[in-house]
């Protein structure tokens, strides 16, 4: 157990530092997110602010003399969105020139900042554009999908949305992407731009899913692996104890019946012993009976070895079923006599011939009988029914005995399964018969069950198929 214990606390260990992985990870992912978007929020406002500076340039007869020597003569009648297919002219290379064209630049440039700066924001900004660069820079940086923006001013009055309406302008406007527009303006009041991006979180994980799915896969792989290891360690320390007490049962076993016999025997070459006609016939019914239990438990171990070994041989006749029951009833009915007992046959079914092997049907009947009388604390009452339809006949064998609670009625065909009694070993066994009972109807092509309760008795109710589900009842009830 303290092994068992060491690997489930590095599994629990393991788990619990794959989720943390999965939540740093996951905060990481977050992370980098949310400053992607805040880098693509600053490159569209540098681009925005660059295109209103090279439209200003275009309207002045001077800019536009510039801006044909470094970029080649426009088409005629460029108007702003040709100044938008140019977006390599930058004010770096417009810094190349002559140091007359830079005074007259610094001049020019100077002149529309301030003049745009008192110009209305709206005046300022094409919605298009820049629903267009945001766009295209989320899309740079490998995040696509809706999104939603707008312009505030700096009392939070929406200025400018997207080109469709916002319906949620407050969440918009609690986002905490966001970068101010026009960062070179000498003067104005500060304008920034707010960016949503609905469904972050699932993007995030959309990114993470083929990592995440090979985590958890491989994390349940681990647990699977785990409960089934300690399962087959449970399940082999189980069968260990219960090897360890067949051995120990089975040592009384053979020892009491050996003593008893080798007692009567003592007595019987004993010549300073008289010995009367009556001890006589009890010394040697003693030596019998002790002998017939010899006989039963090494039938009983051979019979489990050869089911355990699947070499158990059939040989299949035709059967009458009431008249092999009735023959194991007379056999057994001494034994429950003894207890002041009795057997009862029920025979009720109309179709009672099959196909099944006689000495291994027999060995089942008797074992059932055995059972019914050994766990019976009062007179035994063992209570023998058939009933047929046209596939199958059932036989239910049915006592007083102190019953098998729930719980343990699907083990007790385990082999080596023996119902826990505590410290009373008054009924003595080895879990070996039930076992070979449902081999054998197992074999027959049928199925065994028990319907039993504390106090109340147990019922054993097999079912057995005839040959090609014949329902000729004159055959059936020949013999």
């Given at each position: ?128 554009l820049l629903d267009s660069l ?31 309406p916002v319906n949620d302008t ?149 059967l009458d079923l009431h008249a ?156």
């Open positions: 157990m303290g092994l068992s214990a060491a690997i489930a606390l590095a599994l629990v260990g393991l788990v619990l530092i794959q989720v943390q992985w999965i939540r740093d990870t996951m905060a990481l992912k977050d992370a980098q997110f949310a400053q992607s978007v805040d880098n693509a929020l600053v490159a569209v406002s540098d681009r925005m602010e660059r295109i209103e500076k090279l439209e200003g340039l275009r309207e002045h007869e001077t800019g536009r003399a510039i801006l044909e020597h470094i970029g080649g003569s426009p088409p005629s009648g460029a108007d702003s969105l040709a100044l938008r297919q140019h977006p390599a002219i930058t004010l770096g290379e417009l810094d190349s020139t002559t140091a007359q064209g830079e005074s007259v630049l610094a001049e020019m440039v100077h002149g529309f900042l301030y003049a745009n700066a008192y110009r209305a924001m709206e005046e300022r900004i094409d919605p298009r945001i766009t295209e820079e989320l899309a740079a940086r490998g995040i696509t999908g809706a999104h939603q923006q707008g312009v505030f001013g700096p009392d939070g009055r929406a200025v400018l949305l997207q080109p469709e407050a969440a918009l406007l609690a986002s905490t992407h966001r970068t101010r527009l026009f960062r070179n303006d000498p003067v104005g009041n500060e304008h920034f731009l707010y960016l949503l991006v609905p469904g972050q979180e699932g993007q995030i994980w959309r990114s993470m899913s083929p990592m995440l799915i090979m985590s958890v896969v491989l994390l349940v792989m681990v647990v699977v692996v785990f409960i089934i290891i300690m399962r087959t360690v449970w399940r082999q320390k189980r069968i260990g104890d219960i090897k360890n007490d067949l051995v120990n049962n089975l040592t009384h076993e053979l020892k009491t019946p050996i003593s008893t016999i080798a007692l009567a025997c003592e007595a019987l070459t004993d010549p300073s012993m008289p010995k009367t006609d009556q001890q006589v016939r009890t010394f040697v019914g003693m030596i019998r009976d002790e002998n017939k239990r010899l006989g039963i438990l090494v039938e009983n171990v051979l019979q489990s070895a050869v089911v355990t070994g699947g070499h158990m041989r059939t040989r299949m006749v035709d092999l029951l009735q023959d194991v009833v007379r056999n057994s009915e001494i034994q429950a006599t003894r207890r002041n007992g009795h057997i009862e046959l029920d025979l009720k079914a109309d179709l009672y011939h099959l196909q099944g092997d006689r000495i291994h049907l027999t060995n089942v009947f008797y074992n059932l009988i055995d059972n019914a009388i050994k766990y019976t604390e009062q007179e035994p009452r063992v209570r023998i029914s058939t009933r047929s339809d046209t596939s199958s006949i059932t036989i239910s064998v049915r006592d007083n005995g102190i019953g098998i609670p729930r719980g343990e009625q699907q083990r007790i065909f385990d082999k080596l399964y023996r119902v826990p009694t505590g410290n009373i070993h008054n009924v003595k066994g080895f879990g070996l018969g039930l076992s070979y009972v449902r081999s054998v109807v197992q074999r027959h092509g049928g199925t065994i069950r028990v319907e039993s309760e504390p106090g109340l008795g147990s019922t054993f109710i097999i079912t057995i198929p005839f040959e090609h589900g014949s329902s000729d009842t004159d055959t059936a009830r020949r013999g």
